[in-house]
């Protein structure tokens, strides 16, 4: 009975000094859920500069220049050399790469030449070519041509062609991004006794 008595005596004192003997939630439910706020992880991700992300787009280009040209030719009553009719040549053109271009052109003559009695000029001109080019100072390109050519003279009343293999070289000039001087020498065929070679100088413009 004291071991009773005692007993009932300390439960109030244990309340007294730390509170509830089961300190339980009268509300808690064991089927309810628990919900857990859980804050969104932002990752960031360096931006990248214009550069990177823009690719370099290639470009057409037109140009025109005049040609001073020198010719070789045979007729069935005279042969001449060193006729020096001037001829005007329109080119389009498609950079493939930073490197290299396709390369049109197409040109007449626009004054004749007179040695002697003979008479010459540029009837036609016609040819596509690959264009290398690298820079080798600021604003400054070297570049080469290797194509084909289609080419036509006329010697008093008769017209020679000249067909196959044309090649050339030359240089440009940037002055901004769209205009560009252009100087160049270009073989633009030998046949037999008859060849046109050319040196001009022009304006290329890219778009």
């Given at each position: 009975m004291?071991?009773v008595?005692?007993?009932l005596?300390l439960?109030?004192?244990?309340?007294?000094a730390?509170?509830?003997?089961l300190?339980?939630?009268?509300?808690y439910?064991?089927?309810e859920?628990?919900?857990?706020?859980?804050?969104p992880?932002?990752?960031?991700?360096?931006q990248?500069?214009?550069?990177?992300v823009?690719?370099?787009?290639?470009?057409y280009?037109i140009?025109l220049?005049?040609?001073?040209?020198?010719?070789?030719?045979?007729?069935?009553?005279?042969?001449l050399?060193?006729?020096?009719?001037?001829?005007?040549?329109?080119?389009?053109g498609?950079n493939?790469?930073?490197?290299i271009?396709?390369?049109?052109?197409?040109g007449?003559?626009?004054k004749?030449?007179?040695?002697?009695?003979?008479?010459?000029?540029?009837?036609?001109i016609?040819?596509?070519?690959?264009?290398?080019?690298?820079?080798?100072?600021?604003?400054?390109?070297?570049?080469?041509?290797v194509?084909?050519?289609?080419?036509?003279q006329?010697?008093?009343?008769e017209?020679?062609?000249?067909?196959?293999?044309?090649?050339?070289?030359?240089?440009?000039?940037k002055?901004?991004n769209?205009?560009?001087?252009?100087?160049?020498?270009?073989?633009?065929?030998?046949?037999?006794?008859?060849?046109?070679?050319a040196?001009?100088?022009?304006?290329?413009?890219?778009?």
């Amino acid at each position: 009975m004291k071991n009773v008595f005692y007993g009932l005596c300390l439960v109030p004192l244990l309340g007294y000094a730390g509170g509830d003997i089961l300190p339980v939630d009268l509300n808690y439910n064991e089927n309810e859920s628990v919900n857990v706020k859980v804050e969104p992880v932002v990752e960031v991700v360096p931006q990248k500069t214009v550069e990177e992300v823009v690719e370099k787009k290639t470009s057409y280009y037109i140009g025109l220049a005049i040609a001073a040209t020198e010719v070789d030719g045979q007729s069935s009553t005279v042969i001449l050399k060193n006729g020096h009719p001037t001829a005007v040549v329109g080119k389009l053109g498609y950079n493939i790469s930073e490197n290299i271009a396709l390369e049109g052109r197409v040109g007449t003559g626009i004054k004749r030449d007179t040695i002697s009695f003979a008479t010459s000029e540029v009837d036609s001109i016609a040819g596509v070519y690959l264009k290398p080019n690298v820079n080798i100072i600021e604003n400054v390109n070297l570049f080469g041509l290797v194509g084909y050519a289609n080419a036509k003279q006329k010697l008093l009343n008769e017209t020679m062609k000249t067909n196959g293999f044309s090649y050339g070289a030359g240089l440009g000039y940037k002055i901004n991004n769209s205009w560009e001087v252009v100087a160049d020498v270009v073989r633009y065929g030998k046949q037999d006794n008859n060849s046109i070679d050319a040196y001009s100088l022009g304006l290329d413009y890219s778009f």
